[in-house]
């Protein structure tokens, strides 16, 4: 398997695990939060915190899909790597609010390495190995030095 095929792979996982949990907390508000790492969850109004997550996590996964569908993989490589920020942000919601340790780092830390990781792996691409790169140097190859004299 090729650095591209396991990056793709590692980039649809950027996009399917948030797309998974922020659907699970919009249709499944009761049973989606037992592995976030926060007991007692809000409720009443508070428990509109599941639809702000919910809503947060599709519109990620959304658009990491669309850039992916694109071949916009340094644009992607960019949007992941922001998007590490989310895991961690809910790794400090979890040590704060009565979650443990062990919980912030083996769910949503990890989360946030693999994120990173998965963005250096887009970002460290050759271009000369994009389908649109090869198609665009095809079209349009570059002069020579000899041609340009």
């Known amino acids: 398997m090729t650095k591209q095929r ?3 792979v590692l ?21 989606a939060p037992d592995g976030f790492g926060i007991e ?29 569908a694109l071949g916009q993989r340094r644009a992607l490589g960019w ?3 922001t998007t590490a920020v989310i895991p961690l942000g809910d790794a400090l919601a979890v040590v704060t609010h009565g979650g443990t340790l062990a919980t912030a780092v083996g769910v949503h830390v990890s989360a946030a390495a ?18 649109a790169e090869r198609i665009r140097t095809a079209a349009y190859p570059r002069p020579r030095a000899s041609q340009t004299r």
């Open 6 to 8: 396991i990056t793709t």
């Open 11 to 31: 980039a649809l996982v950027t996009g399917l695990a948030p797309l998974f949990f922020g659907l699970n907390f919009l249709l499944n508000p009761a049973g």
């Open 40 to 68: 007692p969850w809000p409720s009443g109004n508070a428990s509109g915190y599941f639809m702000v997550k919910g809503i947060r996590d599709v519109s990620t996964a959304t658009i990491v899909f669309i850039l992916l």
């Open 79 to 81: 949007v992941v790597l």
């Open 114 to 131: 693999l994120v990173a990781v998965t963005a250096v792996l887009l970002l460290t691409e050759s271009r000369d190995h994009h389908p």
